[in-house]
């Protein structure tokens, strides 16, 4: 397995961005799954606080871990708000296709992440079944741009991004329903969790929708110690589904 640091430039953000992919010494395609981080953290956090590169060393799939600061991998359309929605989807995406032998097709291509980035990996697979076709999320942050009030206040000047339901998970389900255009969804939370609340409504919101879909609550909390254990079911979820390809 291979162990890659990148550095390039994001033409939707106009700067230059880093990322981290674990690869294994398998020849291609290979299918990818993105990793994306939490609120606090950036692209080097999985690979620090897990054993993901112990996990993964015998699979044929590429890790990818992007950087997208405290966007909530939504594009800003406030002055001097960066497009990070366009960065994850169009530059991060390119960029690993140009570089690695892999599966450029959506069938080969899932996003998981925790927190912060668990919402961002269901946000962008609704968003965008014609790049993703599976997403799971761990302790997901699924009330962002779906009700404000809960959202903790130093993220409190997104509300004003939250219009239409752009960028509510429940109404873009309610929308890929009708359109039938479902990513494969999983997604866990812990019981002690303060983000269980709402995990437990978007479970009971997929089910009213008769969206198909994996749902699991563990022990444990907001913390590495739970990610750590549970990043291996969305492992063994994204390679029960994501195929090889050429």
Known sequence: MSFVTMEFYGESIQKMCSLYVLTPDLEGPLPVLYLLHGLSDNHSVWFRRTALERYVQD?????????????FYVNDKRPGGLNYEA???????GIVDRTFHTVRD????GVAGLSM???????LALRHPEVFSLACSHSGAMQFAHSPSHIRPDVDEYAELFDAG???????????KRKGRLPALYLDC???DPLLGINRQYHAHLEKL????EYTEYGGAHDWDYWDLHI?????FAMARLGRQA
Request: proline residues 6%; without cysteine.
């Open 166 to 176: 752009e960028y509510d998970v429940f109404h873009l389900a309610r929308r890929a």
């Open 190 to 192: 812990g019981t002690e």
């Open 87 to 93: 960065h994850i989807a169009g530059d991060v995406v």
């Open 106 to 109: 959506p069938a080969g291509r």
């Open 232 to 236: 291996r079911q969305s492992l063994a």
């Open 210 to 213: 008769q969206i198909d879909h």
């Open 117 to 123: 980035g668990g919402y961002g990996a269901v946000m």
């Open 59 to 71: 699979l044929p799939l590429i890790v990818v871990m992007p950087d997208a600061h405290r966007s």
